[in-house]
């Protein structure tokens, strides 16, 4: 691995732990802990991409990403409605 990569890697870790601290710090609004969990997915998937793994086009992991999202809140949905009787 050549020094540029292994620096991009690098910064890419302190990026990945300085978001981690942020999300874990007890973030209040919903959009603020929304925008910090993608970008924490878009920094690990370009670790991914830098490693010379498989990684997914931006495209295709904010798709993943929207699908995800909207199932969670599907499930959301069911666990916050009427309480059903036995």
Do not use: C
Not at 49 to 71: C, D
């Amino acid at each position: 691995m050549d020094a540029q990569i292994h620096r991009q890697l690098a910064s890419l870790e302190v990026a990945e732990m300085a978001l981690r601290q942020n999300l874990h710090g007890h973030v209040q609004d919903a959009t603020t802990r929304a925008h910090l969990e993608r970008a924490l997915a878009h920094v690990r998937e370009a670790s991914l991409s830098e490693e010379g793994a498989n990684a997914r086009s931006v495209n295709q992991l904010v798709r993943e990403l929207t699908g995800m999202e909207r199932f969670l809140e599907s499930l959301q949905i069911q666990t916050d409605g009427p309480l059903r009787r036995s």
